[in-house]
Every structure is written in structure tokens, then in C-alpha cells.
């Protein structure tokens, strides 16, 4: 698994403004992880049926109420990403 994130205000449609991150920290309620993990759950089920075909999946388009919070994606790795 590799980690990458942009910085806040660096805009979203520039692909070089991704970076590997070390660590990430989710400041969180404990509701909120409850529904990041109704997300979860799932795109990892659509990653194994959709196998390679699969790109990346967004938090926010999965489950109400995440519009405003910091882009949350799932993508697929590649073989040698894992």
C-alpha cells in the first residue's frame, strides 16, 4: 500500500501536485469512521470484481455529507504497488 495527498490549496487537476506521503492522520468523529468504513467495505468488494479494469473510487460520491471534507480516494494498486 503507498500513500499519497496533495496540499490544502495546491488544486486537484494537476497530477504533479501528488505526493507519497509517510503517515496520514484522520482527524475524525467516531461517526465519521463508521462511514468512511461504509465506503471502504465496499470499494474493496468492487476492486476484486472489477479486477484490473478498476481505476479509483471517491468518498464523497459514495456517502452523503462528505462534499466539503478533504478528497478522500480509494485507488486500485498496481502489481507492484501492494
Given at each position: 500500500m503507498k500513500?499519497?495527498?496533495r496540499i490544502?490549496?495546491?488544486?486537484f487537476?494537476?497530477?504533479?501536485?501528488?505526493?507519497?506521503l509517510?503517515?496520514?492522520?484522520?482527524?475524525?468523529?467516531?461517526?465519521e469512521l463508521r462511514r468512511i468504513d461504509i465506503f471502504l467495505s465496499p470499494s474493496a468488494?468492487?476492486?476484486e470484481r472489477?479486477?484490473?479494469s478498476h481505476d479509483h473510487?471517491?468518498?464523497s460520491d459514495r456517502v452523503d455529507g462528505f462534499d466539503a471534507a478533504p478528497g478522500f480516494v480509494v485507488?486500485?494498486?498496481s502489481s507492484g504497488d501492494a
Open positions: 500513500i499519497y495527498g490544502d490549496g495546491s488544486g487537476d494537476a497530477e504533479t501536485s501528488l505526493r507519497r509517510a503517515e496520514v492522520t484522520l482527524v475524525a468523529t467516531p461517526n468488494e468492487t476492486m472489477m479486477g484490473a473510487e471517491h468518498l485507488a486500485q494498486a
